[in-house]
T-cell receptor, first 116, second 114 residues
Framework: AQKITQTQPGMFVQEKEAVTLDCTYD???????LFWYKQPSSGEMIFLIY??????QNATEGRYSLNFQKARKSANLVISASQLGDSAMYFC?????????????FGAGTRLFVKA | DTEVTQTPKHLVMGMTNKKSLKCEQH?????MYWYKQKAKKPPELMFV???????INESVPSRFSPECPNSSLLNLHLHALQPEDSALYLC?????????????FGPGTRLTVT
């Protein structure tokens, strides 16, 4: 069974608007970390934001925020005021405490296109 | 300085060649990783080197072999590769291997096996 599910293969958003990228996960661990990474066409993976399973507040980093709904096992990324440079592939990822955090499990990714 | 460097950026090699990919970080991180990423797919973990211990994804063929000369370097030796090994190879590091630590990735090496 997939542990990280990103149901949106591609998304379009108008410049300056907000966009939500969906991510659901499946784990029986109580302790885990959730991450979002951005991958531009150049190939480098860029860390965006982290949410710990015990964190009660939603994580925020600048224009990025993570809508964490633990009971629903969802960790959606919200990008506010989209910019043309936000066009990229976005991966949701999880590291489980039971594996010592060794293995990062990535979702299939969502490609975001920002329109001028 | 959150930087992971990888060399070379591009590599073309024949199936009988031996080559090495290099990865270096100067952030004092204790865990380093190699990933393989095929086009339009997420990265797949190949190896983890953490606290002087190597963990291997058992599905990785033996023609890939990692080497950790010191805590800031993680090389990937390639030998007798197949065309299906052509991919983007990403190196990453994290402060620790625990689940709360984000990974920092290098720019990748685009490998083509002919």
């Amino acid at each position: 069974a997939q542990k990280i599910t990103q149901t949106q293969p591609g998304m379009f958003v108008q410049e300056k608007e907000a966009v939500t990228l969906d991510c659901t996960y499946d784990t029986s661990d109580q302790s885990y970390g959730l991450f979002w990474y951005k991958q531009p066409s150049s190939g480098e993976m860029i860390f965006l934001i982290y949410q710990g399973s015990y964190d009660e507040q939603n994580a925020t980093e600048g224009r990025y925020s993570l809508n964490f709904q633990k009971a629903r096992k969802s960790a959606n990324l919200v990008i506010s005021a989209s910019q043309l440079g936000d066009s990229a592939m976005y991966f949701c990822a999880m590291r489980e405490g039971s594996t010592g955090g060794f293995k990062t499990i990535f979702g299939a990714g969502t490609r975001l296109f920002v329109k001028a | 300085d959150t930087e992971v460097t990888q060399t070379p950026k591009h590599l073309v090699m024949g199936m009988t060649n031996k080559k090495s990919l290099k990865c270096e970080q100067h952030m004092g991180h204790r865990a380093m990783y190699w990933y393989k990423q095929k086009a339009k797919k997420p990265p797949e973990l190949m190896f983890v080197y953490s606290y002087e211990k190597l963990s291997i994804n058992e599905s990785v063929p033996s023609r890939f072999s990692p080497e950790c000369p010191n805590s800031s370097l993680l090389n990937l030796h390639l030998h007798a590769l197949q065309p299906e090994d052509s991919a983007l190879y990403l190196c990453a590091s994290s402060q620790n291997s625990g689940q709360t630590y984000e990974q920092y990735f290098g720019p990748g090496t685009r490998l083509t096996v002919t």
